[in-house]
């Protein structure tokens, strides 16, 4: 998988993880699904910061490969009006992604490169409302016109409760359906998997969950030395 494609799947999955769900259909548990989701608001309401360490496994079932990148993620919600999100991966390669708002920056030192972009232009070639998901504000509430979500089952991971829901976009798209894990203590997706329509599935995991920790806005600058090649898609 391309490097731009995993930074694309990165960020859809951490916004579904971190952010509240607004209304959904449920084909099965209504109330139940309710309750998670209530929890989940809550949860979001009460976090101030996020930092994690955070783990993508993509998995190439056609060959029967898979490639794991990890590193730490830092997140603010938009409490000021721009929501924060920042991944600083360390294997195997070293490279940093920051979302201020609207405005993404991918750092690659390896190839001593900057990309700036946008996260509309990012996700401008997806559809059933994924380039919505990416809004560091209201337009997550997109998820309930563009998924129907039910409850699968509890399942136990690193030793933390979490029940599994399964969303299943209402049209074609990238994914055939993404699986989401609620940490029941915390309130907080630990835990996402998306399936793409050939087989092939992205794991994103996030463990060693630290809350609102002490984190400043000059946190989620990517700094980068003079003579660093910079690409502006903005």
């Given at each position: 998988?391309?490097?731009?494609?995993?930074v694309?799947?990165?960020?859809?999955?951490?916004?579904?993880?971190?952010?509240?769900?607004?209304?959904?259909?449920?084909s099965a548990t209504?109330q139940?699904?309710s309750?998670?989701?209530?929890?989940?608001?809550?949860?979001?309401?009460?976090?101030?910061?996020?930092?994690?360490?955070?783990?993508?496994?993509?998995?190439?079932?056609?060959?029967?490969?898979?490639?794991?990148?990890t590193?730490?993620?830092?997140?603010?919600?938009?409490?000021n009006?721009?929501?924060?999100?920042?991944?600083d991966?360390?294997?195997?390669?070293t490279?940093?992604i920051?979302?201020?708002?609207?405005s993404?920056?991918?750092?690659?030192?390896?190839?001593?490169?900057?990309?700036?972009?946008?996260?509309?232009?990012?996700?401008?070639?997806q559809?059933?409302?994924?380039?919505?998901?990416?809004?560091?504000?209201?337009?997550?509430?997109?998820?309930?016109?563009?998924f129907?979500?039910?409850?699968?089952?509890?399942?136990?991971?690193?030793?933390?409760?979490?029940?599994?829901?399964?969303?299943?976009?209402?049209?074609g798209?990238?994914?055939?359906?993404?699986?989401?894990?609620?940490?029941?203590?915390?309130?907080?997706?630990?835990?996402?998997?998306?399936?793409?329509?050939?087989?092939?599935?992205?794991?994103?995991?996030?463990?060693?969950?630290?809350?609102?920790?002490?984190?400043?806005?000059?946190?989620?600058?990517?700094?980068?030395?003079?003579?660093?090649?910079?690409?502006?898609?903005?």
């Amino acid at each position: 998988m391309k490097r731009s494609q995993s930074v694309l799947v990165i960020l859809i999955a951490l916004v579904l993880m971190l952010w509240p769900h607004g209304r959904v259909e449920a084909s099965a548990t209504p109330q139940l699904l309710s309750g998670i989701l209530a929890k989940m608001e809550r949860a979001h309401e009460n976090l101030r910061s996020l930092r994690a360490t955070i783990s993508q496994r993509k998995v190439n079932v056609q060959i029967n490969s898979s490639d794991t990148d990890t590193g730490t993620l830092l997140y603010k919600p938009a409490l000021n009006g721009k929501g924060r999100l920042r991944i600083d991966f360390t294997k195997p390669d070293t490279s940093t992604i920051s979302i201020v708002g609207d405005s993404v920056v991918f750092y690659q030192p390896r190839i001593n490169q900057v990309l700036k972009s946008t996260v509309a232009k990012t996700t401008k070639n997806q559809t059933n409302g994924y380039s919505q998901i990416f809004g560091l504000d209201k337009s997550v509430k997109a998820l309930a016109n563009n998924f129907n979500i039910e409850v699968v089952k509890d399942e136990s991971i690193d030793g933390k409760t979490a029940t599994i829901l399964h969303l299943v976009p209402k049209s074609g798209g990238s994914f055939a359906s993404v699986e989401l894990w609620v940490d029941q203590e915390l309130g907080l997706p630990i835990q996402q998997k998306f399936v793409e329509r050939n087989g092939d599935y992205t794991l994103v995991k996030l463990t060693n969950l630290e809350r609102n920790i002490k984190l400043t806005d000059e946190a989620f600058v990517v700094k980068y030395p003079a003579g660093t090649k910079v690409v502006d898609r903005i």
